[in-house]
């Protein structure tokens, strides 16, 4: 059963149910708007918690379905959803901004979302997930220039560029 109001779900039960949805393939995204408790994605698509004018929890798009699976061991899957286009991007890019701000990786200057590319910390053609944790912003330029370098080398590279441009 899921909790009724937001007093009910405590903040150890929240990030004990992100944990779960996270290991099993969901991308927790940013808030977007201060009702919302929790926003992650499902197979279905985003799953939100949100409280409201009562703080009284409502769950949406198979949070709860999330929820229950968690409390009783159950499996459940974020199955994540194949649609590309501009929303996805930009939901992307907001949740990837909200995490660390929009300075690229590489350079540490600002990104616009008109300039962005999502660099894959452990590249995909090694392997690496595609999962918003495997996951930077950065400048199409510097992305480029990184190429399919391992980590470390990502790492280094950054630092090399961030002391170039001061």
């Not at 109001?5 to 969901?26: W, Y």
């Not at 452990?122 to 918003?132: A, C, M």
Request: glycine share 8%; with cysteine.
């Amino acid at each position: 059963m899921t909790p009724a109001h937001r007093s009910d779900l405590s903040d150890k039960d929240l990030s004990g149910l992100v944990a779960f949805v996270t290991e099993r393939g969901s991308e927790v995204l940013a808030p977007t708007n201060e009702w919302e408790v929790a926003r992650f994605t499902g197979p279905s698509g985003v799953c939100v918690i949100y409280r409201n004018a009562k703080d009284r929890l409502v769950w949406s798009g198979g949070a709860d379905v999330a929820w229950n699976a968690w409390k009783n061991a159950k499996e459940w899957r974020a199955n994540k959803r194949t649609k590309r286009g501009a929303s996805k991007r930009w939901a992307r890019f907001a949740t990837l901004t909200a995490r660390d701000g929009n300075a690229c990786f590489y350079c540490g200057k600002p990104v616009t979302f008109e300039d962005f590319t999502v660099e894959h910390l452990v590249s995909l053609t090694h392997g690496g997930p595609d999962h918003i944790a495997n996951m930077a912003i950065s400048h199409a330029r510097c992305n480029a220039t990184a190429g399919h370098l391992s980590v470390v080398q990502k790492v280094r590279l950054a630092v090399d560029m961030k002391g170039s441009a001061q």
